[in-house]
């Protein structure tokens, strides 16, 4: 899919002229799998529009055990930035998982296009609101569910990733 399609579709869809002049300051790029966006414990100032391909978030500990918070299959916009950094630094590393075509954009840059365009306002405010639904929707199921519970949850949730991504992902996606 390319930006504008994806910018014009959707919850809040952008009209077509706004879509067009937003998308102009993306930056697009194709990424092969294993790619890593962002590194935890490192700078990303990055806010990031998966068109197509999948990518993980996922968080790694001193013993090098790694859980996954989060499992993107394009088109969708990646966890934005403020969700994904503390004091402009990485929490967890995001990698494609496979060949993907990425939007990217510096986050400064949005934030500057949000306080003087409504349009782009409204729609990264949209993308914040879903963001915060998924997580909040996430942790219920992790708090709530028993493990076969969780399962179905996910495929309900998210019908297309069980084919999609690897099933230790998967699992500690799901806890």
Known sequence: MDLISF???????????????????????RVLPGTPLSHQGEADTSEYVLLNGRADLTIGD???????????????VITPNLARTRDGNAYATLEVTDEALIAEMDSETLTERMLVNE????????????????????????????????LAW????????????????????LG
């Open 62 to 76: 001193a013993d090098g055990a790694i859980a996954c918070v989060g499992l993107f299959a394009g088109p969708c």
């Open 119 to 150: 349009e782009i306002r409204n729609w990264a405010n949209a993308v914040l609101r879903q963001e915060i639904q998924r997580k909040a929707d996430r942790e219920w199921a992790l708090a709530s569910l028993k493990g076969a519970a969780r």
């Open 154 to 173: 996910f495929r309900e949730r998210y019908p297309a990733h069980e084919n999609g991504f690897a099933h230790g992902l998967i699992a500690s996606f």
């Open 7 to 29: 910018l014009t579709q959707g919850e809040t869809p952008m009209p077509r002229a706004a879509a067009a002049e937003f998308a102009a300051l993306w930056a697009i790029r």
